[in-house]
C-alpha cells in the first residue's frame, strides 16, 4: 500500500475493520478530490478457516463502502486467506449487479486449493496438462460445482506465487499447485488471466507482500 502511495499517488486513509459478527466499521478519510482512494481492510479473526465467513465478512465491506461512498466498481489485493475472501464472495454475489462489481484483482500467495497441514490429507500435487490440480481440497471441488457462478467476465486477474528456490513448487507454506488452480476455476470466466512467478529468500510466502518488485507489479496491473 506505501508504494501505491508513493509511486501511483494513491490516497490511503480509510480502513474497515471487520468484527466477529461480520459488523463493519469505517474509519478515516480520504483528501478532498480523491482519485485513487485506497482502503485497508482488517478482519479481526484473520486465522478463520470458515471460506463462508470471511466472504461474507468481505461482502459487507464492500456494502459498507457502497453506503457511504457510493462506489460501483472495486479493484483488491489479496494475500493468503484474503484470497478466500475474495473468490467465495464472487462465487456466491458476483451475480447480484446492484452490489460493487470487480474491475481488477490481484492475488498474492493464495491458497485455493489448501494448505499443508490444515487441510485434512493435503499432500505433494501438481498441475495437470488442463490446469486442474490432480488433488483437490473440499473447498476446491465445492467451487468447481459452482464456478458456473461467477459472473466476473469485466474482471482482470494478476495471480501471483512464490518459489522459495528453484527446485521447489512451494513458498514456505503454500504449494504453487495450490495458488495456480485459481487459473483453472477463473479461465473463460473473466476478461484476462496472467500469473507471475517469484523466486528468491523475498518471495516467500509472508514476504511476498514486502517484496518491492512484487508492490511494482502490483501498481503496474492496477494502475
Given at each position: 500500500m506505501e508504494s501505491a502511495v508513493f509511486e501511483k499517488h494513491a490516497h490511503t486513509g480509510v480502513t474497515a475493520f471487520v468484527a466477529n459478527n461480520g459488523k463493519v466499521t469505517l474509519k478515516g478519510h480520504w483528501p478532498a478530490h480523491t482519485k485513487r482512494p485506497l482502503v485497508n481492510v482488517v478482519f479481526k479473526n484473520n486465522r478463520t478457516h470458515s471460506y463462508y465467513k470471511i466472504s461474507?465478512?468481505?461482502?459487507?465491506?464492500?456494502?459498507?463502502?457502497?453506503?457511504?461512498?457510493?462506489?460501483?466498481?472495486?479493484?483488491?489485493v489479496a494475500h493468503s486467506l484474503g484470497n478466500a475472501a475474495v473468490l467465495f464472495d464472487e462465487l456466491k454475489?458476483?451475480?447480484?449487479?446492484?452490489?460493487p462489481q470487480l474491475k481488477k484483482y490481484v492475488a498474492i500467495a493464495g491458497n485455493f486449493d489448501g494448505v499443508p497441514g490444515v487441510h485434512k490429507d493435503q499432500h505433494p500435487n501438481q498441475l495437470l496438462t488442463s490446469g486442474r490440480p490432480k488433488w483437490l481440497a473440499p473447498k476446491y471441488r465445492w467451487a468447481l460445482a459452482h464456478r458456473q457462478n461467477l459472473?466476473?467476465?469485466?474482471?482482470?486477474?494478476?495471480?501471483i506465487y512464490g518459489r522459495l528456490n528453484r527446485h521447489v513448487h512451494f513458498d514456505g507454506k503454500i504449494l504453487n499447485p495450490s495458488s495456480r488452480s485459481l487459473g483453472y476455476l477463473v479461465r473463460n470466466r473473466v476478461k484476462s488471466y496472467r500469473e507471475r512467478r517469484f523466486t528468491g529468500w523475498?518471495?516467500?510466502?509472508?514476504?511476498?507482500?514486502?517484496?518491492?518488485?512484487?508492490?511494482?507489479?502490483v501498481n503496474e496491473f492496477i494502475w
Amino acid at each position: 500500500m506505501e508504494s501505491a502511495v508513493f509511486e501511483k499517488h494513491a490516497h490511503t486513509g480509510v480502513t474497515a475493520f471487520v468484527a466477529n459478527n461480520g459488523k463493519v466499521t469505517l474509519k478515516g478519510h480520504w483528501p478532498a478530490h480523491t482519485k485513487r482512494p485506497l482502503v485497508n481492510v482488517v478482519f479481526k479473526n484473520n486465522r478463520t478457516h470458515s471460506y463462508y465467513k470471511i466472504s461474507h465478512w468481505f461482502r459487507n465491506v464492500l456494502i459498507a463502502l457502497k453506503h457511504k461512498y457510493g462506489f460501483k466498481k472495486f479493484n483488491v489485493v489479496a494475500h493468503s486467506l484474503g484470497n478466500a475472501a475474495v473468490l467465495f464472495d464472487e462465487l456466491k454475489f458476483s451475480r447480484d449487479k446492484k452490489l460493487p462489481q470487480l474491475k481488477k484483482y490481484v492475488a498474492i500467495a493464495g491458497n485455493f486449493d489448501g494448505v499443508p497441514g490444515v487441510h485434512k490429507d493435503q499432500h505433494p500435487n501438481q498441475l495437470l496438462t488442463s490446469g486442474r490440480p490432480k488433488w483437490l481440497a473440499p473447498k476446491y471441488r465445492w467451487a468447481l460445482a459452482h464456478r458456473q457462478n461467477l459472473r466476473i467476465r469485466q474482471a482482470r486477474i494478476l495471480n501471483i506465487y512464490g518459489r522459495l528456490n528453484r527446485h521447489v513448487h512451494f513458498d514456505g507454506k503454500i504449494l504453487n499447485p495450490s495458488s495456480r488452480s485459481l487459473g483453472y476455476l477463473v479461465r473463460n470466466r473473466v476478461k484476462s488471466y496472467r500469473e507471475r512467478r517469484f523466486t528468491g529468500w523475498d518471495a516467500e510466502h509472508t514476504r511476498l507482500r514486502t517484496n518491492p518488485n512484487v508492490a511494482r507489479a502490483v501498481n503496474e496491473f492496477i494502475w
